[in-house]
């Protein structure tokens, strides 16, 4: 993959069993990949410094996308209706030029409308993945 700019990031929901492109995103915060690690330093641990070892899970974080939000549109109604389900649903991210595309199941979490006085409405959506994500 060549350099890229960060215009053009796609953010997919399920909407009626289709991934549906969330119109009117803003803003994303790409999901991190972490690799779970648990401290194991002991009183015995030579030099002072802390020891960890990795415990073999990994994580997919919550991170946050900003839509302009217009409710009356399907995808940002499929937003809502996510929040609103207690059954993770698939979604995608899928970096410009389809470089890379995450595909994960995950549940709106945190749903944060803001306007501004001289700004747009727009609503901060956080999307907490589950499970292994596919990354392609």
């Known amino acids: 993959m060549g350099k890229s700019g960060g215009f053009g990031v796609l953010l997919k929901i399920t909407i009626s069993a289709s991934l549906t492109t969330i119109v009117n995103l803003k803003d994303i915060d790409i999901p991190e990949q ?42 940002h109604t499929g937003v809502l209706a996510a929040f609103s389900a207690t059954t993770a649903v698939t979604m995608t991210v899928t970096t410009p030029g ?22 747009a409405l727009t609503c901060k959506v956080e999307i907490t993945p589950t499970g292994a994500p596919t990354i392609t």
């Open 34 to 75: 972490v690799a779970k690690t648990v401290d194991v330093t002991t009183h015995d641990s030579a030099s002072g410094y802390a020891e960890k070892i990795k415990t073999g899970l990994f994580e997919l974080t919550p991170f946050t996308a900003t839509l302009v939000w217009d409710d009356s549109l399907a995808s």
């Open 98 to 119: 389809t470089a890379e595309v995450i595909s994960f199941n995950g549940f709106v979490t945190k749903l944060s409308r803001e306007s501004k006085q001289d700004g």
